[in-house]
């Protein structure tokens, strides 16, 4: 998919597989580049629950609309954001309660501006002149662990509470995200993922295929079939978003005479 903008021709793509092991995908993805909207929420509570939760947030965040600037969207985003929490927690109150919840990233763009804002581990990594950045910082026990220096790096690759996080949409009083933004510059490219994705592919694995040179969709669908054949122990998504410089459009001029 591709949309025209000011500044930049947008490309997106994006793919979301249930994995070998689970019987049920709890991830759910968006992409709405005519808005400057793209996100991965992965649920957790299991059948009727976790699945619910990304799939509220998702469709909450789909209505977002034409925004005027970028604090408007980001404003508009959480409003969207806060309506779904409140709606998850319902949810969980109807079940009985107990878990239910879903990790969540976004990358939001307004003119030459974009903005990331997740809660809990799912990722955005930024692809820019030949080198990947992680522009998340993973909600978990064991980052908070390792940033206060309670274990090694060695340590935190085989914790066993490896994947427990301290964050999520639909667990606390209210949305807890953090928020970052920086200037978007032509030939960015955008990788959104489920801690899925990432279980399986290191860091020089999804540098490899965001300099593949392939379309957007293709870099998708290549990451979750590799993640397929490492085993996919949880549900897998992936989006990415490529931005090109627009090309100038000479105008129509209508001569008379």
Not at 149 to 173: F, H, Q, Y
């Amino acid at each position: 998919m591709s949309v025209q903008t000011e500044h930049f021709l947008i490309e997106t793509g994006g793919a979301t597989d249930t994995g070998r092991v689970r019987d049920h995908n709890e991830d759910s993805y968006l992409t709405k580049p005519e808005f400057g909207v793209w996100v991965v929420a992965d649920g957790m509570g299991g059948h009727a629950a976790g699945d619910f939760a990304s799939q509220t947030i998702v469709a909450e965040l789909g209505s977002i609309g034409f925004a005027s600037s970028g604090e408007d969207l980001q404003a508009r985003f959480m409003e969207r954001l806060g309506r779904a929490h409140n709606r998850i927690v319902d949810h969980a109150a109807s079940l009985g309660g107990g878990t239910v919840g879903a990790t969540l990233v976004a990358l939001l763009v307004h003119d030459t501006e974009y903005i990331c804002v997740w809660s809990g581990d799912s990722r955005i990594y930024r692809w820019r002149n030949g080198e990947l950045t992680q522009q998340t910082s993973d909600h978990t026990e064991v980052r908070e662990l390792l940033e206060a220096g309670l274990i090694s790096a060695e340590e935190a690759e085989n914790w066993p509470r490896k994947n427990v996080i301290t964050r999520a949409i639909g667990v606390s009083d209210r949305p807890n995200c953090d928020v970052t933004s920086a200037t978007l510059e032509a030939d960015d490219m955008f990788l959104l993922c489920s801690d899925g994705l990432t279980e399986h592919n290191n860091d020089a694995d999804l540098a490899q295929a965001m300099a593949s040179g392939l379309e957007p969709q293709a870099i998708c669908n290549g990451l979750i079939a590799q993640t397929l054949d490492r085993g996919a122990k949880d549900n897998v998504t992936a989006i990415v978003m490529r931005c090109v410089a627009a090309e100038y459009v000479m105008p129509a001029f209508d001569f008379e005479g």
